[in-house]
């Protein structure tokens, strides 16, 4: 009688630790964190990306990787170089549900044609239109491109209603020099290019404002980090020649990265060793994930710029009408 007493007392004891294992919910799935855009947001610059069987150049050095790997986000990188609205909103936002937490949206510069307008002005004054380029993209920025803006932001808000939003917009890219060999951008030039950036920013600016978006200004994060500045983390012109005016790995790590995951996550994430560590872990799954997407992914192309050549047929028919004595020009350009 007193031994199945204590028996008793005894399961009941043991019930009492175990039924609590049994009932603990399964481990919390991590946040998703969904990353749409253009090449500034792909990582094209850091030169190292992932397999996926696309030319989107996404990398783990870039900041949508950085802070996944950081916060511990399940991380659909969608980000693509060459994106435009139109391919984000045909290609990038199917990725986004009502279970989104997270989005970066970094997209605009493609759509104004700023590739073209790179190459445009990296020409010699005699035989390009820089202003002219430069005015085009300007007045598109400004009368053209908000709608598109505010119709994306409306599609993303419509798929992840829940989700904390980002807009990410763009350095300036010049210091006012050109320390570069074969590309003459003059100091007006980079002034009127860099003015043109913080355009776009402010309409990016005010068409995440009035969807209730957060932005991320990474302007003063680059000040000083520019083309030909002393500590650069931005390229400039590049081999491969598509590295060309992106951000390196130092940029994403020191500029994007604390300009971005305060906004996205709400608190600043340090890119340390172990970050980069982590992130760079992730390429063989992210990968994987973005291979079901290649094929759309392969109709955005990539927007490349390209580098001056002095050498066709239009460039010495240019200089002859300028009266430059083109071989000489070149010898002292290579000197």
């Known amino acids: 009688m007193i031994r199945t007493s204590r028996l008793a007392v005894l399961g009941a004891a043991l019930a009492g630790l175990v039924t609590p294992l049994l009932v603990q919910p399964a481990q919390a799935a991590a946040p998703s964190y969904v990353a749409l855009g253009d090449s500034y947001a792909s990582g094209t610059g850091t030169r190292s990306y992932i397999a996926d069987g696309t030319s989107c150049q996404r990398s783990t050095a870039a900041y949508p990787s950085l802070i996944a790997a950081a916060r511990g ?40 044609g700023f590739a073209d307008v790179l190459t445009e002005c990296a020409q010699p004054g005699w035989m390009s239109n820089c202003d002219g380029a430069i005015n085009t993209a300007q007045s598109f920025i400004n009368s053209t491109l908000p709608t598109r803006l505010s119709t994306l932001y409306s599609g993303i808000r419509s798929r992840a209603p829940y989700a904390k939003v980002v807009v990410v917009g763009y350095p300036r890219i010049f210091m006012g020099e050109d320390c570069n ?12 290019l860099n003015q043109t950036a913080d355009l776009l920013n402010s309409r990016l600016a005010s068409a995440a404002s009035a969807a209730g978006f957060s932005f991320a200004n990474p302007t003063s994060r680059f000040i000083g980090h520019a083309v030909c500045d002393a500590d650069e983390w931005i390229n400039g012109l590049s081999n491969p020649i598509s590295e060309s005016y992106h951000p390196k ?4 790590a020191g500029g994007y990265t604390p300009t971005v995951s305060p906004l996205l996550t709400g608190a600043a994430v340090a890119v340390t060793s172990q970050v980069v560590a982590d992130s760079a872990a992730s390429a063989g799954s992210q990968a994987a994930l973005q291979q079901q997407y290649a094929d759309a992914d392969r109709t955005i192309e990539p927007e490349v710029f390209t580098a001056p050549d002095l050498t066709t047929p239009a460039a010495r028919k240019a200089a002859r009408r300028a009266g430059v004595d083109i071989e000489r020009f070149l010898e002292k350009s290579g000197s």
Do not use: K, M
């Open 73 to 112: 986000y399940a991380l659909n990188f969608r980000a693509c170089s060459g994106a435009t609205v139109a391919d984000v909103t045909n290609t990038q936002l199917s990725a986004l549900t009502s279970a989104t937490s997270y989005v970066s949206i970094s997209v605009g510069g493609n759509d104004a």
């Open 249 to 252: 790995a130092t940029g994403h």
């Open 181 to 192: 060999a074969f590309t003459w951008f003059s100091p007006a030039e980079e002034s009127r």
